[in-house]
């Protein structure tokens, strides 16, 4: 029951270049999220999906883009990596009601040089 | 006012000791709220949600206070392992937005 996977754990990236962050959830969850976290601040929502075919700018989504082709799988890409892009990024599923995120993934560590 | 607050701490506690954080908020709208633990380079878990009449799980409590806008969790007879970050969250339904507070960091001393 693997739950919330993400991939890379880690990774190096140069200011211009593309990466795509890999979100995959095993518990049927509509609802899926991308969140960065930052020393210093909360937690803060990239973007989220309520469903396959449906996702929703969250309170940070500049500079990133997400796609939703089925219920397990929800990628996040940065199409041009900046440094202030250097973060933790976690992915996060719920429950149909959906008033919190039950679950994280074990997040990415990415740095933008 | 921040929308969601929390002292960062760090609260250094003995072993057995009683230790109570709060966590202040300011939209009056929030309507579900929750305690999140996170250890170091590790993600978040759900701790519990808190309602407004109080909720216990084993040495944990917490409670809302709608009407000075802040909830708390209290931890009775700590442990090593209850060393963490405890992350502070409110859920507006209105706007489907969630806040995370940025967490208050919490060693337990042997």
């Known amino acids: 029951n693997a739950g919330v996977t993400q991939t890379p754990k880690f990774h190096i990236l140069k200011t211009g270049q593309s990466m795509t962050l890999q979100c995959a959830q095993d518990?049927?969850?509509?609802?899926l999220s991308w969140y960065r976290q930052d020393p210093g601040m909360g937690l803060r929502r990239i973007h989220y999906?309520?469903?396959?075919?449906?996702?929703d700018k969250g309170e940070v989504p500049d500079g990133y883009n997400v796609s939703r082709s089925n219920t397990e799988d929800f990628p996040l890409r940065l199409e041009s990596a900046a440094p202030s892009q250097t973060s933790v990024y976690f992915c996060a599923s719920s429950y149909p009601e959906r008033n919190t995120e039950a679950f994280f993934g074990q997040g990415t560590r990415l740095t933008v040089v | 006012r921040k929308e969601v607050e929390q002292d960062p701490g760090p609260f250094n506690v003995p072993e057995g000791a009683t230790v109570a954080f709060n966590c202040t908020y300011s939209?009056?709208?929030?309507?579900?709220f929750f305690w999140y633990r996170q250890d170091c380079r590790k993600e978040p878990k759900l701790l519990m949600s808190?309602?407004?009449s109080g909720n216990e799980d084993g040495r944990f409590t917490a409670q809302l206070n709608r009407a000075s806008q802040y909830i708390s969790l209290l931890i009775r007879d700590s442990k090593l392992s209850d060393s963490a970050t405890y992350l502070c969250v409110v859920y507006m339904n209105r706007d489907d937005k969630i806040i995370f507070g940025k967490g208050t960091r919490l060693h337990i001393l042997p």
């Open positions: 518990m049927n969850h509509g609802y």
């Open positions: 808190v309602y407004s």
């Open positions: 939209n009056s709208a929030s309507q579900s």
């Open positions: 999906s309520v469903a396959a075919g449906i996702t």
